[in-house]
């Protein structure tokens, strides 16, 4: 039986914000997936809008399963208003 390992939690880490993938490729058993961003250039007028490779997410394909999962439980939940997010009304 394996165990696995305890998941620690770093404030350092980065957040990664991104519209879009702009790909996804298959190359030595791992998935690598380009990030995209919109992103506004204001050497111009009117602001000119880029899309902007952010980043690139490599993961082993057992791990790009489970994200694959882990994201379509987490729409399927969002769609049924699971995970909707908790308002409170504030009256003054």
Do not use: K, Y
Not at 18 to 28: E, P, S, V
């Amino acid at each position: 039986m394996s165990q696995t390992a305890p998941l620690v939690t770093d404030g350092h880490a980065p957040e990664i914000f991104c519209d879009a993938a702009a790909g996804a490729l298959w190359h030595n058993g791992n998935l690598r997936i380009t990030l995209e961003s919109l992103r506004a250039s204001h050497n111009v007028q009117p602001a000119a809008l880029q899309r902007v490779v952010v980043g690139t997410l490599v993961m082993p394909i057992a791990a790009a399963e489970s994200i694959a999962r882990l994201i379509l439980d987490a729409v399927q939940r969002s769609r049924q208003g699971e995970n909707a997010p908790q308002t409170t009304r504030t009256i003054q």
